[in-house]
Structures are given as C-alpha cells and as structure tokens.
C-alpha cells in the first residue's frame, strides 16, 4: 500500500481537493471495496476503528495524590496530637473529616478520567461496507482506510469519509462543527484547500448523522487519525490545574502550619524560660497548636459547596466537581458556543414575503404559538398567506410532535422543514388535515443540483403541484405571481424586487426560501409557468432569556464572547440580536489561522465574536485568554467543544442536546440548556466563596485573639488566662455550629453588581487582613485586661479565668454576627441568619451549663459567675461592635485597601 501523503502541517491529505478516482488511487482501492483478505491485512496493520484510550492513572495513585495537601497532613497531625492529649472524640471526628476530604477528592478524580471513555462510546457500533463487490454489514470497528461505505438518512458516520456518490445527501454536523442545519453534500471536488471543516462540502465525518438522502464514499481515516479521534488526542493531552479554592486553601494551611510553629514555640520557651513545669506547658503548648488549625475548615468548604450545587440545581444545573463552583464565581470571561446555547437549535420563520408585503412572524423555535404582523401590527392571516403555508408544509416532510416525557415541541424531520410546518400551525393550519385534503401523489427530491422540491397532490380542482427552493431558482420557473388582487404576470421588475428582498433577508443572516404552487398540473410540466407565493426567511432564534442573561453578566463585569463553527454572518446577525457584538471584532477560524501568536495577544481582547472555528482554534482561544489572566468559562454541547471545556477554567455543557463527551469533560451541565442559569451559577460560586471567606475572617480573627491573649500573658508574667481543655473547648466553640451557619449565611443583595474577584489575589485581602487582625487584637487586649483586673481585684484565679473564658466566648460570638460581611454594617439586617441565631442560643446554653453545673466545674476549671459579673463582661465583649464597625468604614473608604 502506498504511504499516505502529508500534504497539511499535521501530516493529514487534503482528501476533499482530490477527485474521487485519484483517491482510490492513493488508497488501493476500487469503487467495488476491498477484498475481505485486504481489509483483513489492513485492520492488523492500522489497527481497529475505534478511538484508543490514554494511559489509565491507577486508583492507589489518584487516592495518594490527595495526602499531598498541605492542610489534610495539617490535620492528620491535629489528629494524633488530639489523641496524645487524651481528647479521643476530638480526634475521632477530625480522622472523619481527614477522610471524607479524601475520599471526595478521590472520587471526583477518578470520575474526570472517564472522559475519553465517554468518546469511546459515541462510535458507531455497524456500518454497511463494500467487500468483495457485496453489501455487508459489519462492526464499525473493523474498518479501514480505502473501504466504500453505503450512507443512508439515519445512519451513523462511522469513520471521516470523502464522498464518491451523493444523492440529496445531508448531514448533521451540529456536534462537530455547530453548523445549526444539516449540510447539503456533493461528490465533487473542491479546489480550495484552505476550507474549513463545515466547508467541505465533499466529506463525512466519524460521529456525524446522515438525516437525509444516501450516498457512497472511501473511508480515508480511521480511529484516532479522524478528526473525532484529534479531539480525543486533545482530551488526553489538555492539562487541568487546581482552581483557586484549591490554591487559596493550600495557601492557608502553609500559613497555618507555620503560625502554629512559631507562635506555639515562642509560649512554651517563655513558659519554661519562667521555670514553669516542661510537661505542663508542653502539654498547653500542644492544646495551643490544635487550636490554631481548623480542623473544620475541610467541612465547612464541602458544606457550603454541597449547599451551592443544591442551589444550583434548583436553577436548572448540575455540578460535576464542587470545587468548580468558586472557580465559576470568579469567571470573567464566557466563551460560549451559538447553537443550543445561545440559540435554540431549532429553526424558525422570522420573515415572510406574500403577496408584495413582508411580514413578522412572532415566537420563537419549534412551539407553535405566534403571531403575523406588518408594521408592528399583528394581522389574521389572509388568503395568500394560507396558501404560502400550505405549500410549504405540503411540500414538506417534516412533522411536529409534542413530547410528554420533555415537556417541549419536536421536530421529527429536516429542521428547515419543521420550520415551515411550525409557521402553518401558527396560522391555524394542521399538516394531518392538509394532507388529508390534499393526499401526495408523486414528488420531485430535492437534488443539490436542482435546488428544489416540488410535490403533486390530488385536489378538489385536479392535481396541484406545490415547489418550495433557492429563490432564484424558483423564480426561473414562475411566470405569474400571487398579489393582493389575485394572480398577476411576473415581470422582470417583480423579479427584482423580490431577489431584492430575498438578499435583504439573507442579509439579516435568514435562510430564505421560495415557494410556488400551480393549479390543475400533470408530472410532466409541474416545474414550469408556476405561479410566485412568496419568500420565507428563518433563522436558529436567539434563547429569549439569553439577551437578559448577557446583560446581568456584563452588570457583573463578566465578558461574554461568542465562538461557533456557524457562518460569519449568521453568528454577526444573532450576536448584534443579543447585544453581544459591540463595539468588538468578527473573526473567523480562517483569520485566527493567519494572525501570529503576539497579532493574536494583541487582538484577543478586542473579539467578541469567533465563526468557522475548529475544535484547535476554540483550544487556543481559550488558553490565550488564560494567559491573559482572564479565568474562562466554555460553553457548548457539541464534541467539538469539549477539548476546550476541559481546558477551560470552568466548563459548562448543554444538558439537552449536550453530547456526553461534554458533559464528561464540562465542571457543570445545564438541564435546561438554559444561558441564564450560567449567572445563577455564578452568583452561586461567589457567594459560596464569599461565605467560605467569612468563616476564615471570623476563625482566623477569634484564632489572633487566642494567641494573643495566651501571648501577652506570658509576656507579662501573669498565670496562663486558659486552662488547656478551655482552649480545646473554646476552639471547638468557635469552629462548630457558629462557623457552619456562616457558610448557609445569605447572600449580599449586590453580590452580581460586583467585579469579578481575582482568585490570583487569594483570601487575605488587605481589608479581610485588617478586619481579623483589628478583632483578634481588641478580644486579646480586652481579655488580658480583663484578667489582669480581676486578680488584681482580689479575685481567685478560677473566677478570673472563668471571667476571661466567658469573655472570649461572648466576643467570639459578637465577632460571628460582624463578620457576616466585610463592608456593610453589622446592624444591617442583624439577625438575616437563622442558623447563626440558633448556633448562639445553643453555645449560650451549654456555656451556661459549664458555668453553672458543678460537676462540669473541675474538668473544664470554672466557676460560678455572679450576674453583677455577666453584666461586666458582656459589656466588655460588646466593645468589639463598635471597633469592628469603625474598621469597616475605613474599609469602605479604601483606607484599608480595596475589597477584592
């Protein structure tokens, strides 16, 4: 066999410029197929035509990746400390989180393998083949390069194709390319060895459709050296990094680990610098450690992303990796495929020209529900218009069904079709009835060199033949026209009036068709001296929700960019339609070709809309963008789309006509293939991180004020304020419920009117830095203060600790309140958390039992407070509102630097 040329800089022919004879050619092959030896010498030489999946990670190295966190050893280590001190409940719980944090990675891991499977699967199970001369039907996998397949409407591409025979052959390649409508073929071929994909005209692609007529072609690639088996190429080699929660959270046990370090080591040198006892400050010291990391943090995450995705559900999307959720929150950038996202993928009538006046056709996709307007007034349908419709839909195929189990129209047939039988429904007209009153008699196809198709029906008055095509076409064939006034000869002006009007709709990126009809017709002259209706345009409409959607997220500082393998204009027409397309370039795949890397950098933010793109130029957007510190979401439900989903910070896949490579290779799935529900998730993702964010102010601050307070009185010589259990106890006080219902807390009313967060800022921003440090630093100082009064007050030092720990208790609690937000008052909307309210009621009440119980006296060294003595130091503990609030207005100043 002759080696195959490499005539592309990948070392794939172009197949679609070679006529089919130079091609059996190149292959050894004959218009009869291959002998059954042949293809068997073939198959065990280029292997199965099956996509080949990527070196499996095992699951022993995917479980131990996840101990390579910094906070899960953290906490491991929290564990045996917490065991060392005799506290076994306390280290049973934090193992618990240890492993469902683990074993929640692990699984999401594991399941982000399976992507390639999912490809694996698309692949047509049988094709009919040529062998030895004869039909037969064999598995799709044993192919090869230089078999002749058969194509029928309803088959499966089951390898990429050049056609050698195609009769009214067409092809659904919405999930390649995103082409909205199936592709008209031909055998013929093209000189233009720059084409585009969705250009060529003469191939068929592996897990493309067949929807209409048949044909024959020579299979010139199979398995991975298909254009489906690239995408699978760029699936195993795209590189996914952490999202910046999970950045954000390494960043924070680094810093965690090292402040227990040094912080722990100061105390227990200055202890024994002090001549206290060796075990008891290191046993204080190692109370002090497990109370500066959160052992809680891992659940608090996990909850408040569990809690979003619930919420997110609920508005019509599902999450495939919680940790995907923040990355959504800071999404600034949407790369979004036109059809099915933006659009509907379901042809409509927009336009119709009848009777010498254009019309308006209200509703949108495949619902028949709709009006007929002129000049923004609606009208009843008039005699010409009804019978425009009934042509159409006679002359059609196509049918619509209303589907129970989906809740929404179908179309079973040509969606161009559809189209039009949708636009009759609007007017009243019943497609069983008409056919019924006008059963079909004979049909002339549709053939791409004709250009029409023309039915005869047995009518009332004889037969009647109705002809629906290019306008040009079937303009050619009419010699009288359908007025106001009743039949009228065509004149060459009428003539151009209505290719006028035709190029204006097509234009306004509408597929225009004519239609005709002639009354009373025999087979022989049905396509000749026809009378004129009229002129439908129709477009894939715009989602009637998306153009809302881009406008909240343009309120959210959040760009939206289109990026389709559809038509330039088409893509130009929907995205001005949507408000998308500005002030801000078209490109298409062909140009991003042309343009260098720097041309490209330069340009990239000047794009708003990419047309006639293949699946690398989505990749490379994408990553450009990245590069450009955008962080990327990608929209799509097309296999073309999922190398970039995956690369994509965030992926986003159509539930509906998603293909399952995508929702495999997507972070999130739309149920409703609704754009709008993309905002809500990103509301979602930015007030999961917001409230994670409060949860670590608050700990973090209450943390400061701990260390502080321990700090200050070995600095000063004063006895240790806390006895090692109230540490522990107060520690489990301030990451239990109080922590949790910070992360339920609700969401601030201008949470979308907010620019997107730089994840690459992390957590500790300047004002979160100011906010924790101003409250653990008043709580120390007021603490210590405490005190230091109360044993100079003659106090016992079992009052004067019970005093300093209810103090710290109360002010923690205070704090919680504060820290439900960074910038706007604590006394707006106080008491907005019921779960905050509830959690401080419930430690209230077991504080008091600490108090007040006298068994539970010893163990966690209190004593009884008398109420002069609450009213003192709940007085004091207030204080922090107060300080907080002024530290808040500073904030909000920028004196304190800027809320990020």
């Known amino acids: 066999m002759k080696p195959l040329p490499t005539d ?252 227990a370090f040094v912080v722990v080591a100061i105390i227990v040198a200055l202890g024994l610098f002090r001549g206290q006892p060796f075990i008891e400050m290191l046993i204080f010291g190692i109370a002090l450690a497990v109370a500066v990391v959160p052992e809680a943090l891992p659940a608090v995450v996990t909850i408040s992303l569990a809690i979003g995705v619930q919420r997110i559900v609920k508005r019509h999307a599902l999450m495939r990796r919680l940790s995907a959720v923040e990355t959504l929150g800071s999404t600034s950038i949407i790369c979004s495929d036109k059809t099915g996202t933006l659009t509907k993928d379901e042809m409509t009538v927009r336009k119709i020209l009848v009777a010498g006046q254009v019309l308006n056709v209200s509703g949108s996709g495949y619902e028949p529900n709709g009006q007929f307007a002129r000049n923004g007034r609606a009208i009843d349908p008039s005699k010409p218009l009804e019978l425009l419709l009934r042509a159409a839909t006679l002359a059609s195929d196509a049918s619509i069904t209303y589907s129970e189990a989906e809740s929404r129209w179908r179309v079973k047939g040509d969606p161009t079709e559809g189209a039009l039988v949708v636009a009759a429904t609007k ?73 006028d009007t035709a190029h204006q709709m097509a234009s306004e990126a509408l597929r225009v068709l004519a239609l005709a009809f002639k009354p009373e017709t025999t087979q022989e002259n049905a396509e000749h001296d026809m009378t004129f209706l009229g002129l439908a345009g129709m477009i894939d409409p715009p989602r009637p929700d998306a153009k809302a959607a881009i406008q909240t997220c343009e309120q959210a500082g959040i760009k939206p960019v289109m990026i389709t393998g559809d038509h330039p204009l088409t893509a130009q027409a929907v995205a001005r339609e949507l408000g998308l397309l500005k002030t801000g370039r078209v490109v298409t795949g062909t140009e991003l070709e042309a343009m260098s890397e720097a041309e490209f950098e330069r340009e990239v933010e000047n794009i708003e809309v990419y047309a006639r793109v293949s699946p690398a130029h989505k990749l490379k957007v994408v990553t450009v963008l990245q590069h450009k510190g955008y ?77 502080g307070l321990m700090a200050g009185a070995t600095l000063l010589g004063l006895p240790l304020p806390l006895s090692a259990v109230q540490i522990l106890y107060v520690n489990l006080t301030t990451d239990g419920l109080p922590a949790l219902a910070l992360a339920v807390d609700p969401y601030e009313s201008d949470l979308m009117k907010q620019k997107p967060r730089n994840p690459r ?105 008398p109420p002069v003595t609450w009213v003192i130091v709940a007085v004091l503990a207030f204080t922090v509102l107060p300080v907080l609030e002024l530290a808040k207005w500073m904030v909000r100043r920028g004196w304190l630097g800027n809320v990020s």
């Not at 585009?196 to 299979?219: S, W």
């Not at 603490?783 to 103090?807: H, P």
């Open 427 to 499: 007017a009243g007209l019943n497609k069983a009835e008409l056919e019924a009153q006008f059963p079909r008699v004979h049909e002339i196809p549709f053939t791409s060199e004709s250009k029409r198709m023309t039915t005869l029906h047995a009518g009332p008055d004889g037969i009647v033949a109705y002809s629906k095509g290019a306008p040009e076409i079937l303009l050619a064939s009419c010699t009288q026209q359908l007025t106001a006034e009743g039949t009228t000869e065509l004149d060459s002006s009428s003539r151009e009036a209505i290719l």
């Open 8 to 259: 592309t800089a990948d070392g794939a022919p172009l197949w679609h410029t070679l006529p089919g004879d130079a091609t059996f050619s190149r292959l050894q092959s004959t218009p009869d197929g291959l002998t059954t030896t042949e293809a068997a010498r073939r198959l065990a030489k280029y292997g199965p035509n099956e996509l080949q999946a990527a070196r499996r990670i095992s699951l022993w190295t995917i479980l131990l990746e996840q101990f390579k966190s910094v906070l899960i050893i953290i906490l491991l280590v929290a564990t045996t400390l917490s065991a060392f001190l005799g506290h076994e409940i306390e280290a049973i719980a934090i193992a618990v989180i240890v492993l469902f944090a683990v074993l929640l990675g692990f699984v999401q891991e594991y399941r982000a393998e399976r992507a390639i499977e999912a490809l694996r699967h698309m692949a047509a199970p049988t094709a009919t083949v040529l062998r030895d001369g004869q039909e037969v039907e064999t598995l799709a996998r044993d192919l090869v390069p230089g078999d002749v397949i058969l194509l029928r409407a309803g088959d499966k591409i089951p390898a990429d194709a050049q056609l050698i025979e195609a009769v009214n052959l067409q092809i659904d390649e919405a999930a390649l390319t995103g082409e909205s409508v199936p592709v008209g073929k031909r055998a013929e071929p093209l000189a233009d060895d720059g084409l585009a994909l969705g250009d060529r005209k003469n191939m068929a692609y592996a897990g493309t459709a067949a929807t209409y007529g048949r044909g024959r072609a020579i299979i010139v690639a199979t398995g991975m050296h298909t254009e489906f088996g690239k995408i699978a190429q760029m699936l195993q080699t795209v590189e996914t990094g952490k999202t910046p929660l999970q950045e954000n959270l390494d960043k924070v046990g680094q810093r965690l680990a090292q402040a």
């Open 631 to 707: 962080i990327a979401a990608m929209t799509g439900d097309g296999v073309n789309d999922a190398p970039a989903l995956k690369k994509a910070d965030i992926g986003i896949a159509m539930g509906i006509t998603g293909t399952d490579v995508t929702k495999e290779a997507a972070a999130m799935t739309l149920t409703q293939d609704d754009f709008a529900s993309i905002v809500a998730a990103v509301e979602e993702g930015r007030g999961i991180f917001s409230n994670i964010k409060k949860y670590l102010t608050y700990l973090l601050s209450s943390n400061i004020g701990e260390i």
């Open 761 to 865: 800022t992390g957590i500790f921003t300047r004002p979160i830095v100011a906010l924790m440090v101003v409250g653990g630093v008043w709580s120390a100082i007021i603490n210590l203060g405490l005190f230091a009064w109360a044993l100079s007050a003659g106090r016992s030092i079992a009052e004067a600790m019970t005093m300093t720990f209810v103090s710290l208790v109360l002010i923690q609690f205070f704090k919680a309140y504060s820290f439900r937000s960074e910038r706007h008052s604590v006394f707006n909307r106080p008491f907005a958390n019921k779960w905050l309210n509830l959690a401080i009621v419930w430690e209230l009440l077991l504080l008091s039992l600490i108090v007040y119980v006298p068994f539970l006296h010893e163990p966690f060294g209190t004593f009884s407070l």
